[in-house]
């Protein structure tokens, strides 16, 4: 007899046999792990709302521009927030499809317009 569910098979012992379902041997172990890393679980539900109702959207964009908009760079010695330009930039050349990504690009702060580094209110350039 299989193990399903609540319903579990007793072993000899009285206890209950391990699960060889897959979800249990190769998707909670990574979960649980990536949770005790400080990564929060979201729910399908939660998943589906995050990519507005798109499954083949992989990038969360509500979370990606909260977590950038948490996030600083130095740039000479100084630290700086992203700009908002800057989020929605990145957020746009993640999502659309093709090479942008691979194209060389620079951002600049005000210290650094021959730099090469992010800024803000900077916008690309090539």
């Known amino acids: 007899m299989g193990s399903t569910g609540r319903n579990r098979t ?9 699960s060889f379902q897959e979800d249990h041997m190769s998707q909670v172990p990574p979960l649980q792990l990536l949770q005790n890393l400080g990564y929060t679980y979201l729910r399908p539900q939660e998943v589906v709302f995050q990519r507005k109702g798109r499954l083949s959207n992989v990038l969360l964009e509500g979370i990606l521009a909260e977590q950038l908009r948490q996030r ?19 957020i746009k050349a993640l999502s659309e499809p093709g090479d942008r990504l691979h194209e060389r690009r620079t951002y600049t702060c005000g210290g650094c317009r021959s730099g090469g580094e992010a800024g803000p209110g900077a916008g690309p350039s090539t």
Request: charge should be positive; charged fraction near 25%; aromatic fraction near 10%.
């Open 72 to 90: 600083r760079f130095t740039c000479r010695g100084r630290e700086y927030p992203f700009s908002e330009t800057n989020i929605q930039d990145a």
């Open 10 to 18: 007793l072993n000899a012992m009285n206890r209950p046999l391990p």
